[in-house]
Nanobody
Framework: VQLQASGGGLVQPGGSLILSCAASGVTLDFPDVPAIGWFRQAPGKEREGISCLSNLNEITHYADSVKGRFTISRDADKKTVYLQMNNLRPEDTGRYFC???????????????????WGQGTLVTVSS
């Protein structure tokens, strides 16, 4: 499964940004891709799952650090997944990756897993 994350950039604290994750050759839907999520790697920190979506039942899971500010969604043709990021903070700075789970449909499990299929990600910098 080939996924391409895009939409990163420089944004001021309090600003918003939308990241996109586009699929090629596959539909982001159950059973091809049971779950999909956004992971983040902040400078000097390990990668963490921050927003995940089950394509089976559309249940979402968010890390406490982004809950209430970030929203994961999927477009109607199920080819693109988005991450709407509002009220951005400097600690949101990092490289963001979209990651599929090809085996399980739990959004919670995906966000708490250690995926190996990362891709290049997209860089988000929150700074004034």
């Amino acid at each position: 499964v080939q996924l391409q994350a895009s939409g990163g950039g420089l944004v001021q604290p309090g600003g918003s940004l939308i990241l996109s994750c586009a699929a090629s050759g596959v539909t982001l839907d159950f059973p091809d891709v049971p779950a999909i999520g956004w992971f983040r790697q902040a400078p000097g920190k390990e990668r963490e799952g921050i927003s995940c979506l089950s394509n089976l039942n559309e249940i979402t899971h968010y890390a406490d650090s982004v809950k209430g500010r970030f929203t994961i969604s999927r477009d109607a043709d199920k080819k693109t997944v988005y991450l709407q990021m509002n009220n951005l903070r400097p600690e949101d700075t990092g490289r963001y990756f979209c990651v599929p789970d090809l085996s399980h449909s739990s959004s919670y499990a995906l966000c708490n897993s250690r995926p190996t299929n990362w891709g290049q990600g997209t860089l988000v910098t929150v700074s004034s």
